[in-house]
T-cell receptor, first 111, second 114 residues
Framework: DAKTTQPPSMDCAEGRAANLPCNHS???????VYWYRQIHSQGPQYIIH???NNETNEMASLIITEDRKSSTLILPHATLRDTAVYYC????????????FGAGTILRVKS | ETGVTQTPRHLVMGMTNKKSLKCEQH?????MYWYKQSAKKPLELMFV???????ENNSVPSRFSPECPNSSHLFLHLHTLQPEDSALYLC?????????????FGQGTRLTVV
């Protein structure tokens, strides 16, 4: 499985966009990029995923570089409730795929 | 509400007790997973079931025994646990274990072994 590298923590002002980077330089062609977040002591929450095109949903946008070696999760207007650990995960498509979690990025949204 | 329900939410058990954790999903999924999250550590995958068959056991000690009677239910039977087994146990489900599908998690069971 490709590994991901994320900064251990980031701060963001409430109402501003939060841009969370993820490096996955060893990603292969059949691997998707997934983002989850975990608010303290709760189960992880799915945010978004993509292969090579940029994706947007009601929660966030995912920007994947053309070479697919890195991506950025964008929360357009961060609120205090977005404070959480954000996980960037690379997941293959073949049988037996599974989510392997790293340490993630602690995002602190401050008023 | 993710469609994945875990019970109980909190459990305290002695080292000689036997208890079971239950997970139920109402999403029509065919794959289910158990994860363990110890304090200040990343989630660790324990077991994977696909269409009721166990497809992965991630070197989990035998004092943890999973059971998947059907695609909607997953159990984790616990016996003679150790204090270091205290953790948040999370269940997840996905349509199956291949493809670009999404896994959804329950809220977890906070287990304390005394």
């Amino acid at each position: 499985d490709a590994k991901t590298t994320q900064p251990p923590s980031m701060d963001c002002a409430e109402g501003r966009a939060a841009n969370l980077p993820c490096n996955h330089s060893t990603i292969s062609g059949n691997e998707y990029v997934y983002w989850y977040r975990q608010i303290h002591s709760q189960g992880p929450q799915y945010i978004i995923h993509g292969l090579k095109n940029n994706e947007t949903n009601e929660m966030a946008s995912l920007i994947i570089t053309e070479d697919r070696k890195s991506s950025t999760l964008i929360l357009p207007h961060a609120t205090l409730r977005d404070t959480a650990v954000y996980y960037c995960i690379v997941r293959p498509l073949e049988y037996g795929n599974k989510l392997v979690f790293g340490a993630g990025t602690i995002l602190r949204v401050k008023s | 509400e993710t469609g994945v329900t875990q019970t109980p939410r909190h459990l305290v058990m002695g080292m000689t007790n036997k208890k079971s954790l239950k997970c139920e999903q109402h999403l029509g999924h065919n794959a289910m997973y158990w994860y363990k999250q110890s304090a200040k550590k990343p989630l660790e995958l324990m077991f994977v079931y696909n269409f009721k068959e166990q497809t992965e056991n991630n070197s989990v000690p035998s004092r943890f025994s999973p059971e998947c009677p059907n695609s909607s239910h997953l159990f984790l039977h616990l016996h003679t646990l150790q204090p270091e087994d205290s953790a948040l146990y999370l269940c997840a489900s996905s349509p199956e274990t291949r493809g670009s599908n999404v896994a959804f998690f329950g809220q977890g069971t906070r287990l304390t072994v005394v």
